[in-house]
């Protein structure tokens, strides 16, 4: 059965840094979206993207993040800058197609611990 | 802003009963719900969703009730099983004809089958 893969599962990084987190959406699925887990809190939605741009984002998605869809099978989540508070469990999903009643996806994660 | 709510942390049930999982939502544009499971270490996999048209969804030994005048959905499964010991996030989604659609989480009720 086709799945979402995430690469690294887990990323420690220094404060400051910058990290790129990878995802290979299902190949046929054209809209992807990350979303991030804090520990003990809940899912939250990052953004969202489609044909080569953000179609929908969040408060938290500010200009320390970027997406990109570098080729036609990775989609990568970059944050520049890294804080503490980003880490988390970072998730990747994507559906066929971006309607509201499509079945998202999701991916295993990568943890991201930034000291 | 805690949109949908999962009030109760942790569920334990024994082997052969029914388990319910209680969701609340405060957002009355949502249309759309879902439930997924999430075992350690992977994603979160979809399990059943609903649309406000319907109230009640039934696949399998699951079955997700809709109560859109109290914002409530549950989901019943029975009987329980031991593999079914996850942790179970509700997520609601507003109505979006043809964009990335963001998901809106719960923070997640773990449930734990004793066999």
């Known amino acids: 059965e086709p799945e979402v893969t995430q690469t690294p599962s887990h990323q420690v990084t220094q404060m400051g840094q910058e990290v790129i987190l990878r995802c290979v959406p299902i190949?046929?699925?054209?809209?992807f979206y990350w979303y991030r887990q804090i520990l003990g809190q809940k899912v939250e939605f990052l953004v969202s993207?489609?044909?080569?741009?953000?179609?929908?984002k969040s408060e938290i998605f500010d200009d320390q993040f970027s997406v990109e869809r570098p080729d036609g099978s990775n989609f990568t989540l970059k944050i520049r800058s890294t804080k503490l508070e980003d880490s988390a469990m970072y998730f990747c999903?994507?559906?066929?197609?971006?309607?509201?009643?499509?079945?998202?996806?999701f991916g295993p994660g990568t943890r991201l611990t930034v000291l | 802003d805690q949109q949908v709510k999962q009030n109760s942390p942790s569920l334990s049930v024994q082997e052969g009963r029914i388990s319910i999982l209680n969701c609340d939502y405060t957002?009355?544009?949502?249309?759309?719900f879902l439930w997924y499971k999430k075992y350690p270490a992977e994603g979160p996999t979809f399990l059943i969703s609903i649309s406000s048209i319907k109230d009640k969804n039934e696949d399998g030994r699951f079955t997700v009730f809709l109560n859109k005048s109290a914002k409530h959905l549950s989901l019943h499964i029975v009987p329980s099983q031991p593999g079914d010991s996850a942790v179970y996030f509700c997520?609601?989604?507003?109505?979006?004809?043809?964009?990335?659609?963001?998901?809106?989480f719960g923070t997640g009720t773990s449930l734990t089958v004793i066999p």
């Open positions: 957002n009355s544009m949502f249309d759309y």
């Open positions: 993207f489609y044909n080569n741009e953000i179609s929908e």
């Open positions: 999903a994507s559906t066929e197609q971006g309607g509201w009643i499509d079945t998202q996806y």
């Open positions: 997520a609601a989604s507003p109505y979006s004809s043809n964009t990335g659609n963001q998901f809106y």
């Open positions: 190949s046929n699925h054209l809209y």
